[in-house]
């Protein structure tokens, strides 16, 4: 059975810098594109990312430029999301989130399944 | 950017009551890449339809999705108890891929 697990719950201050995981098992891990979506407290969701698990090419929101980096670790079926310069309205669950379509082929860009979530709390 | 629409905000149903959630788009949706997703409290989303008309895996056949170009519904012919939640649509055909703000079912 496919699972994604994240990592815990993070609280940082203005200004830093938080970097989450998500580990995969039950499935070839270079097989399938992962994405990160974000969800602010009682709000919708918000797409970030993506990155090959493959060969490590990522594509990245316009919105998240300059701030985001998404790597991957393949001897540990990893994915990891690094977000710099928070700011109080980066409050939210960040969720990764398996591609259905496989590296071999672009991206469906839609997703299932879904990692438990991880809270980062931005709060001086 | 594309922009979601769903109406209503909040829809009050009864268990056996059929359910009608609607998606509206800014622009055009290239080739129908709609998806709508199931979120429980405190859960992760859920896959539940794709390609506007598609079911996912395991997804049973109350929940069906129809629509083309920019309006789209998710229908739930006979609600189950488990059904009352928040649904999501999502376009994928152009990026930023971007959802919807949700439509809440809840129990009348």
């Known amino acids: 059975q496919v699972h994604l697990v994240q990592s815990g719950a993070e609280v940082k201050e203005p200004g830093a810098s938080v970097k989450v995981s998500c580990r995969a098992s039950?499935?070839?891990?270079?097989?399938?594109?992962i994405h990160w979506v974000r969800q602010a407290p009682g709000q919708g969701l918000e797409w970030m990312g993506l990155?090959?698990?493959?060969?490590?090419?990522?594509t990245y929101s316009q919105k998240f430029r300059g701030r985001v980096t998404m790597t991957r670790d393949s001897s540990t079926s990893a994915v990891y999301l690094e977000l710099s310069s928070l700011r109080s309205e980066d409050t939210a669950v960040y969720y990764c989130?398996?591609?259905?379509?496989?590296?071999?082929?672009?991206?469906?860009?839609?997703?299932?399944?879904w990692g438990q979530g991880t809270l980062v709390t931005v709060s001086s | 950017e594309i922009v979601l629409t769903q109406s209503p905000g909040t829809l009050s149903l009864s268990p056996g009551e059929r359910a009608t959630l609607s998606c509206w788009a800014s622009q055009s949706v290239s080739s129908s890449y709609l998806a709508w997703y199931q979120q429980k409290p405190g859960q992760a989303p859920r896959l539940l339809i794709y390609g506007a008309s598609s079911r996912a895996t395991g997804i049973p056949d109350r929940f069906s999705g129809s629509g083309s170009g920019t309006d789209f519904t998710l229908t739930i012919s006979r609600l189950e108890p488990e059904d009352f939640a928040v649904y999501y649509c999502?376009?994928?055909?152009?990026?930023?891929?971007?959802f919807g703000q949700g439509t809440k079912l809840e129990i009348k």
């Open positions: 989130a398996r591609d259905l379509g496989v590296v071999l082929a672009p991206a469906n860009n839609y997703f299932d399944p």
């Open positions: 999502q376009q994928y055909g152009s990026s930023p891929y971007t």
């Open positions: 990155i090959n698990p493959s060969g490590g090419s990522t």
């Open positions: 039950g499935y070839t891990f270079t097989t399938y594109y």
